[in-house]
């Protein structure tokens, strides 16, 4: 479908990196709907300069057939370079890495880092550059618009990093101070793939295939990055693969919506262990249930009795019981 680097994608739709959600059995579970890459949980360059254990963790994932982006953030291009070999020498399954320049939380942007770089379009050519000294694989950036709305420099990041040898932008079309509010800015993005040389992905409230079809054919953009839309709706992917292969859209079922989440929480189980995985599941396994009938109990028991995997099959036989769902 398109290139990083050399690295073929095969498929348009890709999973963004979450903080707390994107762990290597969350990828594991959501790759068998169709993604053409998965990218981790961003990790902090000095957390690996520093050997943090936490941050190690967070590179310790298998070759299981995904193709796995690193993502990283920082704000000075020397220490993105040392952390860069760093992840290298630790972890041989690593496709590529990403750049954080789009994460607008306090206590990142507060460091220089994540979205607060699109203030300097120079530095986040520096770091590219300085990233492709120490490697041979590709790198990309995941960007905003901007830090707020009089200072909108995604045109002048993409070229910096374009320049300094990225292989492909991401982009979310709102600005730092925007956070996840609002609309996304759409229109300011509109044919932004055709001023460009490298393969263009968007991101931002994409939660149906037509908002993701939608914002594909206004930005021209190669792909999609899904990021809260697939939570709990990995039928997501499926779909918007179905679209692009010109193949009838599926439907999903509640007792498929209660397989799949099961299989997400066993992948948790495998990567995590059973305590640390359930802690996770509970913010994400309501996700599953959204829209269907009388299901605001059975996601108020699934964020508080869910300790155990036997309290998924018990509170979910529960519910099923009671509205005679066989």
């Known amino acids: 479908m398109f290139k990083i680097g050399n690295i073929e994608i095969k498929n348009k739709v890709v999973l963004a990196p979450m903080a707390g959600v994107t762990s290597f059995g969350y990828r594991k579970f959501m790759s068998q709907f169709g993604l053409g890459y998965v ?26 057939g995904l193709t796995t982006c690193v993502q990283l ?38 460091t220089g880092a994540g979205s607060a770089l699109m203030n300097n379009p120079k530095l986040c050519g520096e770091i590219v550059k ?50 996840y509010g609002g609309l996304p800015h759409w229109d300011l993005v509109k044919n932004l793939r055709d001023e460009m040389d490298i393969p263009l992905l968007v991101s931002g409230n994409l939660f149906t295939v037509e908002d993701s079809i ?41 007792l498929e919506q209660e397989k799949y989440c099961e299989g997400l929480i066993k992948d948790l189980i495998d990567e995590k262990g059973e305590d ?38 018990r509170i979910i036989s529960d519910y099923n019981k009671e509205n005679l769902i066989e």
């Not at 370079?81 to 789009?102: W, Y």
């Not at 594909?216 to 779909?239: F, Q, S, W, Y």
């Open 214 to 254: 939608k914002a594909m054919e206004i930005t021209h953009a190669d792909g999609v990055m899904l990021a809260r839309g697939a939570m709990g709706n990995p039928t997501l992917i499926k779909n918007l693969n179905h679209y692009f292969n010109n193949e009838e859209m599926e439907i999903t079922s509640l």
């Open 130 to 179: 300085a990233i492709k000294e120490v490697t041979d694989k590709p790198i990309t950036v995941k960007i905003r618009l901007g830090v707020d709305s009089k200072h909108i420099t995604f045109k002048e990041v993409i070229k910096e990093v374009s320049l300094a040898g990225a292989s492909l932008v991401a982009i979310h079309p709102r600005t730092t101070k925007e956070m």
């Open 276 to 313: 640390i995985a359930l802690r996770v599941a509970r913010g994400i396994v309501t996700k599953f249930f959204d829209g269907f009938p009388n299901s605001k109990k059975l996601k108020a028991r699934l964020s508080s009795e869910l300790n155990k995997f036997e309290d998924y099959k």
């Open 39 to 64: 990218v981790t949980e961003m990790i902090s360059d000095m957390g690996l300069i520093y050997g943090n254990k936490e941050t190690l963790s967070y590179l310790k994932f298998e070759n299981s």
């Open 73 to 110: 953030f920082g704000s000075d291009p020397t220490n993105m370079a040392k952390a860069v070999k760093i992840a290298e020498s630790l972890n041989p399954n690593i496709a590529f890495f990403d750049v954080n320049m789009g994460c607008p939380v306090n206590k990142v942007t507060k």
